[in-house]
């Protein structure tokens, strides 16, 4: 059996990989697991200057899912290339950085500054940031930044580009179609969706920010619907993430076109989560006599 999945010009042993903001850098997850067994860490956000994150409380619970305003908190790339790299370098999993920003300079910049690195495998764009310069709305949102900000970090490295998709968009295809265009190696869907808890005693919402990001078991058939809609409007491999608890959850991310999987909110309950999935999915290959994952994709949903 094959479980190999190519993104760009990298080899990744197995479709299980981390979702960003769920598994940090990974030290922590490297005490609990041997982080070799994953196919990719997918890092937390990094930008080029530190951040401290949004007011707590961040996070909220809410029915089969959590809600999140982190406000993308990080070290920033100085103390990212200091405190972080030598704990990257000894891993034997692809390590994708998760690059985010609030200009197109700012993901620039992240790039620059670390492409150097032979630990760092490729980028994950995250365009759900808001554009400052474009009154706030977040960059993907819009195909045509979406498309200038790829074309713009594609000429800036060899290493694959993920460009990670937000639901909140009419169309995705939209937007999936335009950073392929602007040189994606690859997309991932999805991202948060928007939503908000309302503290009905205090009158106020639960997270001071408002507006927040849900995750979790809620959003899997809104991420299923994405991946199986994606990958039929691009050629490059997508992967999926969204609300997987459980390996079956993986394997419908697989069936509806995906070729590798990311385990997010699930690791909050189980961080052992990604073997489970891992082992499940070689169980439902051998029993479905399956070789490869491209394997999943030949059957019409
Ligand atoms: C606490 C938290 C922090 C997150 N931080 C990031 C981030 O820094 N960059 C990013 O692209 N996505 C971030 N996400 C989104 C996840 O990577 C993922 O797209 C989303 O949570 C859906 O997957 P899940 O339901 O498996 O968690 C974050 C999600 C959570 C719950």
Redesign the pocket.
């Known amino acids: 059996m094959d479980l190999k999945v190519k993104i760009g010009n990298v080899d990744m042993p197995n479709p299980v990989g981390t979702?960003?903001?769920?598994f940090g850098f990974g030290e922590e997850y490297g005490e609990l697991f041997d982080l070799s067994k994953l196919g990719a860490i997918?890092t937390?956000?990094l930008t080029p200057t530190p951040r401290e994150g949004n007011s707590v409380p961040?996070?909220a619970e809410t029915p089969s899912?959590?809600l999140?305003s982190?406000g993308?908190a990080?070290p920033g790339v100085e103390k990212f290339l200091s405190d972080k790299v030598p704990f990257l370098k000894g891993l034997q999993c692809s390590v994708i950085l998760?690059v985010?920003g609030s200009t197109e300079q700012e993901y620039i910049e992240v790039i620059e500054k670390t492409d150097h690195l032979d630990c760092i495998n490729g980028y994950?764009i995250?365009i759900?940031c808001p554009n400052v310069k474009h009154g706030g709305l977040a960059f993907g949102t819009d195909p045509k930044q979406v498309e200038n900000l790829t074309k713009k970090l594609r000429r800036l490295s060899q290493k694959p580009l993920i460009v990670?998709l937000t639901p909140n968009v009419t169309d995705i295809s939209v937007i999936a179609k335009a950073a392929e265009s602007g040189g994606a190696d690859s997309v991932?869907c999805?991202?948060?969706v928007r939503g908000m808890l309302i503290d009905t005693k205090k009158k106020k919402s639960v997270i001071p920010a408002g507006i927040a990001?849900?995750?979790?078991?809620?959003?899997?058939p809104i991420?299923v619907a994405a991946v199986y809609t994606v990958s039929r409007a691009v050629s490059v491999p997508v992967i999926g993430?969204?609300?997987?608890?459980c390996a079956d959850d993986a394997i419908q991310y697989l069936l509806a076109g995906a070729s590798a999987i990311?385990?997010?909110?699930?690791?909050?309950v189980d961080p052992l989560l990604p073997l489970k999935v891992l082992d499940g999915i070689k169980e439902y290959m051998e029993e479905n006599k399956m070789n490869k994952i491209s394997d999943f994709h030949s059957f019409i949903i």
């Not at 990311?262 to 909050?268: A, H, I, K, M, R």
């Open positions: 979702a960003s903001g769920t997918y937390k956000a961040r996070l899912g959590i999140n982190i993308l990080n998760n985010s994950e995250n759900s990670k991932s999805i991202n948060t990001g849900l995750s979790g078991p809620a959003i899997r991420g993430l969204g609300g997987i608890m990311q385990v997010g909110t699930g690791l909050f």
